[in-house]
Every structure is written in C-alpha cells, then in structure tokens.
C-alpha cells in the first residue's frame, strides 16, 4: 500500500517536474532581456532545482503515508 501512494504521488511529481522545467527554459531566454547577467541555459541550476524539488515532494509523499500504515483500521474507523 505504501508504494502505491508513493508512487502516486511522484508520477504528479515528474510531471510537474518535467513541465515546469520546459516552462522555465521557455521563460528564460524573456528574463535575458529583462536582467543584465542572466544566462539562457544554466544545466546545473536547472538541474540541481529539479532534483532539490523533486527530493523535498518525495518526502512530503512518503512521511503522511509512513504515518498512514502505522494506525491500525478500526482505530482510525472510530475516530
């Protein structure tokens, strides 16, 4: 069960990702109009956001399901 809304939740996650980071490129070259010292395709600024945002909704996926496994079905029913 675990996996599964993990998994869920990180199939939104790369997409968001992935279409973010095309929207970003597609922006940048307006913003080197716009800022003095602003370079069109930074690789490592790219991907290094990518990867920090990735990391931080992987774990806002797998903490409330980790928590979610630990209580048990008729606990959670009465409540």
């Known amino acids: 069960m675990l996996p599964d809304r993990v998994g869920q939740g990180m199939r939104l996650v790369l997409a968001g990702v992935a279409l973010g980071s095309v929207a970003a490129l597609a922006l940048s070259r307006l913003m080197v109009s716009l800022i003095f010292g602003v370079e069109t395709w930074d690789p490592i600024v790219f991907g290094g956001v990518a990867s920090l945002l990735t990391v931080v909704a992987m774990l806002a996926a797998y903490i409330p399901a980790l ?12 409540r």
């Not at 928590?67 to 009465?78: D, F, N, Y």
């Open 67 to 78: 928590r979610a496994t630990r209580v048990q079905p008729l606990e959670a029913l009465r």
